[in-house]
């Protein structure tokens, strides 16, 4: 892996209002770094958002080789990419996913630890109640990593501090257009460079029932729910740019944007959401459980070959929701839920 | 010649020409030998790094010449332990006065002074004599204590007991020397020489006389020369090293009791020590002086836990890491881990990181230290080593990213700080409002159960005092004790001037705390960071209101209850008073004393962090604690302090019921539950 970077960001832990701690970085983003610093070694270039002065400090540190400061992911340039909660920021995973998709190249969430060798990176993944996932992943490739990832280093308060503030060849100016200091996290919009307006939707959703129960992961689980191949057929080559194989023998092969689309469709089919699509969205996508996972600009994209500068990008995920923002003098629908989300009984 | 100069020795007599020119040789180049390495070590401390300042300034020389004076003279740390203080004293003053008979030797021969014949002679022969026996006496002493088997104290190195051997061997062949002289003619006058003129009779009992006692005398004095020549050129290493440097090390000890930090300038070099290049000149002049008497050892509650850690062990392994570092080895590397990097042997390959996160910070082994050793100092110093080289356990990681986001060390949200409060009447100090006593609930006040009780006791009582008082509620945060002794000086600093902002928005008069640690933190450790204010500890608060009569504790206890001394309040503050007129003034409880108290308390294996980590050790702190407390047959083990509480607690319940120990509590929950309030 050529160069390893890490987008790190500070969180305020509490409203302003109660006395809170000292700035601080969330566990995923100091492990993103010692990981950074300590597993993949070379010099480690950091990226912090304009105005995130306690992340630029932490980076530099911790050992950064240099610290870039951005308004948005445009500035971004990386052939490996760790980020953590306070990296991604209000974005969440769903930054990941689309700078994967933007850069098209593997994403893998829940890191624990990444090990370089081989040529490949050595992914272990948090699978949930203590599973854990061997993934052999090839860059260029975003990993988000866990907070629950092991500390490997501890950066004291005397080198934050002694990190001279805006130091001279330390913090690089984004190739982004200047913007003012935005010092609230929670102002910044990261996905606007990248995206539509778009508003995930957060459904209290119940699948038990709907999913089958396995012994296997839970990415097996996943794949079945969403009718996703995890057969031979969605395994990709060993080489291949961009792949991410389990040591199970049990593949992922989407890309983010393609699961949260086969993810909101089949939460629609199942009426857990409702939705409303814009014309030529996603009527040409198949139905839940038909999609095939080799299929390109489908499943795969994310771990495939990448694309040919010919091939068509995949449809741009404009579809609004009906949980958006509700125009001026339309009646929201009268519902009656009961308890737990069910309709009462008439 | 008049005849008292016929009452005289020859000098040198029986020496011939080439060997007393080799003999001035040999001593010439040992005494340069000691001094090259005096010298080496001298420069060493010099290029080392300042010391922090725990010595007044003014105390100056008067104090340094006074202290190595009074401590050669009257041996009183030593003395502590009554075998070693004897052996010592006795070995200490028979060298001596050795060592003066052997100046008076050299100036009677090598310089135009006369002075070494008649009544002096047989006077200055005679405790000359006694003086040897003495030094035997003494060595013999240590010897046959390192002989026994029973005593864990003893350092068994071969380097240790070199030194005890090789003067022994020359006490005895300056007697068999003096007995051969003697043996030649044994002169009536010699009788003075109470020891050589019995070894001269012995010798002529053996036939050894004449011509022959000048053989044995001459084959004598060179094996006794050069044993002294050897004795001088080692005095610079390793264990010889403490006769020169145990003295100074003692002048030079911090003054204030022990336990106390000074603080560190957040300089451009990193706090802390990761290498011995790191240490400063005091700390490479403590190490060297170390006598490796492992009383230390024996005070440290870590070890008597079976905890890795050995006191004397970090200093002996601070003074390896220099010797390696001035031969060259082990340099520190950079990079993570690698911590302020000032050169010299890395400190993890002589002290394990295990050592130094098992110390409890107690200050016991400082106390302890007849020469005036603070190992405490050292083991902070390698910690904060360790925490600028980023390499920490889990457990002190998480204390100071607790302590550093949410202000407290458990994590809790500063809002809850007052969810203990619930019921009470509790008074929050508004935005910017004066406070003449500012109540200082803690940590451990506001989120440990063990802690709360203790609060909500203070409250009672200081609203039935009808003190006009204030707590902080959530604006308090933690005063950086923890942070502080985990080796985190960055994280503590921060903490404390925020403190001190807040205290100072309030214009705060007098702090009043129930935690030992905040009580110390607030005394004798913000002063260094230039805000002092009257603090006072709640055992203080309560004595000074019975005193006063007005606060009258009722009749509603009954039994036995033994005081377990807070190390900050006891050992670093010096008060052991205070709690103890709180349980007097208690009627129906009898008190107890444990052996060890007061001053010399034993831990309860909560401090210096030791509360969130847990190295493994044979058993526990606070289970030996809670049984010293239980072997008092009291029924109450009372103490001040919700961190001593919390531990003493744990080991009364893993002792059993059969221990006969109640329960635990803290002195205000005492006073609250006999019912006087």
Known sequence: MERA???????????????????????????????????????????????????????????AAGVLAIDDVRGLDFDLLLVGAGGAGAGGDLLLGRLAEEKQCAMVLDVLDVQAGGGALLVTRDLGRGARELLSVQGPAVLGISGQAPRLHYVSRYRRLAVPAAAAGATVASPAPQAAARPDAASRDPLAPLSEPWEPARPRARIEGLAQRTAGTATERMNALLGVSSGPAGRMEPGEAGTARTGLEHVVVADAETCARHLLRFLSHHGVIERRLTAGTHAAAPPPGGGRADEPGQAGAAGGPRRPAATPPPPALTGKLSRGPRPPGEQQPARIRGPYGKAPHA | MSPAETITRAILGNIPAPIRTGFYVVVFAAVAVAAAGFLRRFLHYRRARPSLPRVPPGAGARRGVASILSYLTFHRELRRDPYAGLAHLLAVYGFGILFIGTCLVFLEHDTPLHFFYGDFYLFASLIIDLGGVAFLAGLSMFLGRRAGRGDSRILRAWWVAALAWLLLWIGVSGFLVEGARIARDMPAFERWSVVGYGVAAGLRALGVAGREAAL????????????????????????????????????????????????????ERAPGAAAAGDFSWRDLLHADACTTCGRCNDVCPATAAGKVLRPREVVLGLRAAVDAGLAGGGTAGGGPGAGPGGGGAALTAFVPDGMLWSC???????????????????????????????????????????????????????????????GLNVPVAGDGESVELLYWVGCAGSFDPDGQAVSRAMIRILNHLGVRYRVLGPRECCSGDPARRLGEEGLFQELARLNIARLRQHSVQRVLTHCPHCFNTFKNEYPGLGAAFEVEHHSQFLARMIRDGKLRPGAGLGGTVVFHDPCYLGRANGEVEAPRQVLAALPDLEPREMPRSGTRSFCCGAGGGSMWLDVAGRTRIETLRAGEAAATGATILATGCPFCKTMLEAGRQSLGPGSGLREVKDLAELLVESGGL
């Open chain 2, 360 to 422: 409890t910070t107690c200050g016991a082994c400082n106390e302890a230290c007849p020469v005036g050793i603070e190992i405490l100092e050292k083991i902070v110093e390698g910690r904060r080593g360790r925490v600028e080289g980023g390499v920490v356990p889990d457990a002190a990681a998480d204390l100071f990213e607790s302590t550093a986001a949410r202000f407290n060390p458990y994590g809790k949200a500063p809002g809850d700080r007052l969810a203990w409060a619930s």
């Open chain 2, 216 to 267: 044995w005398h001459r084959a004598g004095w060179i094996v006794h020369a050069a044993l002294c020549a050897a004795f001088f050129a080692l005095l610079p290493w390793r264990f010889f090293g403490h006769m020169a440097y145990g003295a100074v090390s003692w002048a030079v000890r911090g003054t204030g009791p022990p336990g106390i930090l000074p603080v560190v300038p957040l300089g």
């Open chain 1, 5 to 63: 970077s890490v987008l790190v960001g500070s969180v305020a832990l509490l409203p302003p209002a109660v006395p809170s701690g000292l700035p601080a970085l969330p566990a995923s983003d100091r492990a993103a770094m010692a990981l950074a610093m300590l597993r993949l070694g070379g010099a480690t270039r950091a990226y912090c958002w304009r105005g995130d002065e306690e992340a630029r400090r932490y980076a530099l540190a911790a050992g």
